[in-house]
């Protein structure tokens, strides 16, 4: 088997500002393919504000720091761009789009992403593609000629999405999860996604206020965010061990160490 190439993203103490209130203080972290991550941390720690900055998001301004992915400065691209690299972004809040069915949704950010140079999906491949990956997250057929999130319940937002990245194939995905409000069959969902992808060429980064989704994606490492910045980094067992004893401990832990410094 050919050697798969491997990817990087590489976020170097990032400053993130919101209406010029710092948010992100001093952020590192290195996600490579092969790793899933999980990000943790108590509500308003600025795991999303993370996410909308790698993103793009305008509103959200870079103070400072550097985001790389294999090398290449992430901060300078277009979103658009950012797809075509191989970074995929899932969001809390997923937009309706008016008129366009999730099928036609798909087939345009699969050509823009894969597209290029002439090398656009056949419609033959894509409906093999999307059938594979319906097939795949358990959707049903007629789910594909919907319009994109209009009606769709809070589950099915979540499984379109998951199509999108089972369809892309990103080398790195970061994904926002709020839990709340996803029942235990559209986690499963996500789970499965995530799972199918994981191998040599794909990393990815779970935002996650629980260790619930966890469970069922096994991380390789484990981090907590907590006003800003990460606070603490292991294995699996640091989320279960936040479940149990919660942030407050880790707080105590945190505030106990910079008084024997
Ligand atoms: N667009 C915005 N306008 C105003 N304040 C914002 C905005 N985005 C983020 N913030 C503020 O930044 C802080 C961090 O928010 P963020 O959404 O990043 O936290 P979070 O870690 O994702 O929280 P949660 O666990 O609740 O999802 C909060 O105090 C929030 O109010
Ligand atoms: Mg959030």
């Known amino acids: 088997m050919s050697e798969q190439t491997r990817h990087e993203l590489r976020i170097v103490d990032l400053h993130v500002n919101v209406d010029d209130k710092p948010i992100v203080k001093g952020l590192t972290l290195t996600v490579r393919s092969g790793e899933v991550h999980g990000l943790m941390g108590p509500n308003g720690s600025g795991k999303t504000t993370l996410a909308f900055a790698l993103m793009g998001h ?7 720091g550097q985001v790389l992915l ?21 969001f ?16 345009t950010a699969v050509n823009a992403v894969r597209g290029g140079d002439g090398k656009e999906v056949s419609i033959a491949e894509f409906q093999r593609l999307l059938r594979e990956k319906m097939e795949l997250l358990e959707m049903d057929r007629s ?7 209009e009606g769709f319940s809070g589950g099915e937002k979540k499984r379109n999405e998951m ?6 194939q990103p080398r790195i995905a970061v994904l926002d999860e709020t839990d709340s409000g996803l029942d235990i069959d ?15 060429g794909f990393g ?12 069922y994606i096994e991380p390789d490492y484990v981090h907590v965010m907590m006003d800003g910045r990460i606070v603490r980094s292991g294995g699996k067992e640091l989320a279960e061990e936040l479940e149990e004893k919660g942030y407050e401990w880790l707080r105590q832990q945190l505030a106990d160490q910079s008084v024997a410094r």
Request: charged fraction near 20%; glycine fraction near 6%.
């Open 143 to 149: 789910f594909a000629g919907r319009y994109l999130n």
């Open 163 to 168: 199509l999108q990245m089972a369809i892309l």
């Open 204 to 215: 990815a980064l779970i935002i996650t206020h629980y260790q619930r989704i966890l469970r």
């Open 186 to 200: 559209a986690i499963k969902i996500v789970a499965r996604a995530v799972n199918s992808l994981r191998g040599p």
């Open 58 to 64: 305008p509103r959200y301004t870079i103070e400072s």
């Open 92 to 107: 809390q809040y997923p937009a309706e789009v008016q008129g366009v069915t999730v099928a036609s949704f798909l087939r």
């Open 70 to 90: 294999d090398g290449e400065d992430v901060l300078s691209m277009s979103p658009d761009e950012r797809a075509r690299k191989g970074l995929f972004l899932a």
